[in-house]
């Protein structure tokens, strides 16, 4: 059954229930879900103290913290619109964002302080909060939630809370999430109480998420994958939740096997990195009832070796405007439907169309659609770019991927990716998966590039492995029988490692300029390349 607390009540309520179970552990501290809601409380009352109300912004900048979740909350309770940066940004790309939304409250954690002060990136309107040392004219954390007093003493009944209004309403914005700007300029996706409701509803229905469960958090909660595929679920379930600062392979197969972990979330970047670990085939994963992985293409190999240690690896596939979770796996298809991405979450619809805009037969490759609670109120600031994203009222997500008779999507590409050459579209994402079944091959990005002859040529970017070898005619020997020839790669670059965004994702347009700056000619062979 569907819990239909909204947001801003989902801490208090799991505190209700159960106040002195653990909620968060996080830098060595365990919070039970009294505490949280009763930080949650301050936190609330410090913004209405400090004027922010509904409406208005809330930036955070920091790792993963017990702080951060408190925060956006809080923003919850008030009406406010929270919104996460991206910690690994520079500070002219924060100012940019803060420029393009102006917060009333910027909360910047401890090792970000200083650049943040020293580069001003905060507009002159924003009141400054430090998590560390405090630079003139900001406010320590503490004096922060100080101002507005305590809303009860330690240990004391979470229902002691202060009076308030009626709590927000469905369609108030919570997030403003930047998208990871790995094609063109971020974009500020809008979410609001309902969407983040939505999802929180799919994600129980994706993973049987119980409140006996024990989730690990390692993504960054800048995004909405670290945030919304088991954080805040797990948080409105009433489970535990143990959030890791940032990812350390070794510090991830520790915890879950000391805590017991049962769900947690790993990109394939995060899976590769554990898969490398001298511990990874003596750590007891026991505990684990499922793996879930996605933000970009899985390769059958990473499925197999989860798999081979009996646990389950189940993708979901969404977008950051679909908060994300827009269709998934269940643990249950995991082994029969490997590969695919599971089919429409719950409360989710899925077409794919072509380009007419007509749906695809079973098969039949088309641009993914989705309709949904979960899907977002627009862009911040864009209202010609909300209107073509959600034209008809589904959104048009730039994915193409095809769908099965019994309605499992397997994703094939982006739109903007697609390559053409002699007339014919190619995927990209088909031949990464196709390369990256090598024992050769570690990491592959396929993109095009001009070609005088055949419009685009195929440019093949490949990291070996350890040990490994890689040459153009090894690759064209490997690809043999399992690509048509027009798909076979006309470039092969080898280098170390792919540039990536914060998710895992290869960020596309750092590998067209690599490509540029290695391969000077059309002429130039792919072995002269890779020498």
């Known amino acids: 059954m569907q819990n239909k607390l909204p947001v801003a009540e989902w801490i208090a309520a799991s505190a209700r229930r159960t106040p002195h179970k653990a909620a968060l552990r996080c830098n060595g501290q365990t919070l039970s879900y009294a505490a949280l809601a009763l ?14 109300g509904r409406s208005a912004c809330v930036a955070w900048l920091g790792r993963n913290s017990a702080e951060m979740l408190t925060m956006l909350f809080a923003c919850a309770r ?11 940004m520079v500070p002219a790309e924060h100012r940019a964002t803060l420029l393009e939304c102006p917060p009333a409250l910027l909360c910047v954690d401890t090792g970000f302080v200083a650049a943040s002060a020293d580069h001003c990136i905060a507009p002159l309107s924003t009141r400054c909060v430090s998590l560390g040392s405090v630079p003139a004219g900001w406010t320590a954390w503490d004096d922060f939630l100080a101002a507005a007093g305590h809303a009860a003493r330690p240990g004391a009944p979470p229902d002691m809370q202060r009076p308030r209004g009626a709590p927000p309403g469905a369609q108030t914005l919570l997030l403003l999430c930047w998208t990871s700007g790995s094609t063109g ?38 995004h909405v994958g670290g945030l919304n595929i088991l954080t805040t679920p797990a948080l409105r379930e009433g ?67 989860v798999h081979a240690r009996g646990i389950p690896l189940i993708q979901v596939w969404g977008a950051t405007e679909t908060a994300p979770i827009a269709a998934c796996l269940h643990a249950d298809e ?38 949904s ?97 890689l040459t153009h005619l090894q690759v064209l020997a490997f690809v043999e029988g399992r690509l048509a020839r027009f798909k076979h790669p006309k470039h ?40």
């Not at 930080?39 to 922010?52: C, I, K, M, S, T």
């Not at 590769?272 to 990874?280: C, D, G, K, M, Q």
């Not at 209107?387 to 008779?405: N, P, Q, V």
Request: proline fraction near 5%.
């Open 334 to 371: 995991a082994w029969a439907k490997a590969g695919t991405t599971g089919r429409a979450a719950a409360g989710c619809e899925l077409r794919t169309v072509d380009a007419l805009g007509l749906d695809t037969t079973p098969g039949a490759c088309g641009e993914i659609l989705v309709r």
């Open 185 to 222: 300029r971020p974009k500020g996706v809008l979410l609001s109480h309902a969407a983040i409701e939505a999802n929180a509803d799919a994600s129980v229905a994706m993973h049987a998420l119980t409140p006996e469960d024990r989730v690990l958090t390692t993504l960054p909660l800048f």
């Open 373 to 469: 609670s979960c899907v977002m109120s627009g862009y911040w600031r864009a209202p010609a770019a909300s209107a073509k994203a959600l034209e008809g009222g589904w959104f048009h997500s730039g994915d193409i991927g095809h769908l099965d008779a019994e309605g499992f999507l397997t994703i094939d590409g982006r739109l903007s990716d697609m390559i053409i050459s002699g007339g014919e579209n190619i995927s990209p994402a088909e031949i990464e998966r196709v390369l990256l079944d090598s024992p050769d091959i570690a990491e592959a990005a396929v993109i095009g590039r001009p070609d005088a002859r055949w419009g685009e040529a195929v440019v093949a970017v490949l990291v070996p492995r350890a040990g490994a070898t």
């Open 78 to 88: 008030q009406g406010a619109m929270f919104m996460p940066q991206n910690w690994r």
């Open 39 to 52: 930080r949650v409380e301050d936190a609330a009352a410090a913004l209405a103290a400090a004027g922010v």
């Open 492 to 531: 092969v670059l080898v280098v170390d490692t792919l540039p990536r965004t914060a998710l895992g994702k290869i960020h596309k347009d750092a590998v067209r300029q690599l490509v540029a700056a290695r391969i000077a000619t059309p002429s130039a062979t792919a072995e002269e390349q890779s020498a």
């Open 239 to 305: 489970c535990t939740v143990t959030l890791h600062a940032k990812f350390d392979a070794a510090e991830t197969l520790q915890a879950i096997e000391s805590e017991r972990i049962t769900l947690t979330v790993l990109v394939p970047a995060q899976l590769e990195a554990l898969l490398a670990h001298p511990r990874w085939a003596s750590t007891d994963l026991s505990s684990l009832r499922c793996i879930s992985t996605g933000s970009t293409l899985v390769p059958r190999r990473l499925i197999d070796v």
